[in-house]
């Protein structure tokens, strides 16, 4: 499966953006999907877990109430959409995808997804 993540953009702080992720696989349904950031001198961070129907997200302590993902089958996409952003949200956003997740499984890891799309930057000024 191929990703593509969009939407990133620069933002002043308290300021709300939506990035968007569209994957080209035909049994998008079957793929868990995820959000992760890395930001500047940092190691790749877990944003959020979206299940199969998407009637199970989990988000990151950091992010909680803040942002919210989601996902549209019908439209082979899932979407972030971040509120209230602090320059410390600054980062390039990553959307992954992985066949074998469940979210009784460690999605917090990025080394357990097995598909990732190239990233969109998200830049938060004070």
């Known amino acids: 499966v191929q990703l593509q993540a969009s939407g990133g953009g620069l933002v002043q702080a308290g300021g709300s953006l939506k990035v968007s992720c569209s994957a080209s696989t035909r049994a998008f349904d079957q793929y868990a999907m995820g959000w992760f950031r890395q930001g500047p001198g940092k190691e790749r961070e877990f944003i959020a877990y979206?299940?199969?129907?998407?009637?199970?997200?989990k988000h990151a302590d950091p992010v909680k109430g803040r942002f919210s993902a989601s996902r549209d089958n019908d439209k082979n996409a899932i979407y972030l959409q971040m509120n209230s952003l602090e320059p410390g949200d600054t980062a390039i956003y990553y959307c992954?995808?992985?066949?074998?997740?469940?979210?009784?499984?460690?999605?917090?890891?990025?080394?357990?997804?097995?598909?990732w799309g190239q990233g969109t930057e998200v830049t938060v000024s004070s």
């Open positions: 979206i299940s199969r129907r998407g009637n199970g997200v």
């Open positions: 992954a995808a992985d066949l074998a997740l469940h979210n009784s499984d460690n999605y917090r890891n990025p080394e357990r997804w097995e598909y």
